[in-house]
């Protein structure tokens, strides 16, 4: 996958062939479509999942770009039910790093396909079924920008750690994650 001025590329074959996956035009009933990947995350463990912030909605593809939804349930913690916007345009060091967008960073279990981290403007949050997502760390508590993530998965096999660095000032980490189902 490559991506930049919004458009996001998948690479098709061995001899170099690329598809546009982003911007996708929308199917009644299939795709909600995607307008552009203001940034983009894919799944080293499964490379068919791929997540995008488009246009203030975070989006989710489980078939390579094929087709996109929303991600509601990840979208409304993310920007604390509408609390906060897709991007505020600030960009201080005019390096594109983009901090204060609602989606920075995220992080993929190895193991289980269904655990995954997410970090942006308003915190750091997990997901252990693939779909519901609880938050982690809460920006207005601790107030600073997450940038990144880094997810411990081998440190401890009882639970995880996940570490959220915050631009311009540290890094937090967060043990005690529990990251499989209790039944």
Known sequence: YAGGNGELWKLTDSIGNWNRIVPALAIPRVSVGAKEAMRFFVSPYQPNLIYILDNGSVKRSDDGGQTWKFDPNLETQLSWK????????????????????????????????????????????????????????HTKALPGRPSSCYYDWISDS????????????????????????IF
């Open 158 to 181: 009882s639970s995880a750690t996940l570490y959220v660095a915050f631009a311009g000032r540290s890094l937090v980490k967060i043990t005690g994650i529990q990251v499989s189902q």
């Open 82 to 137: 509408g609390a906060i916007k897709a991007s505020s345009g600030d960009d201080p060091g005019a390096l594109g790093e983009h901090f204060d967008l609602i989606l920075t960073d995220m992080q993929f279990d190895p193991n289980n396909a269904n655990v995954r981290f997410a970090v942006g403007a308003g915190g750091a949050f997990v997901t252990i079924d693939g779909a519901t997502w609880t938050r982690l760390l």
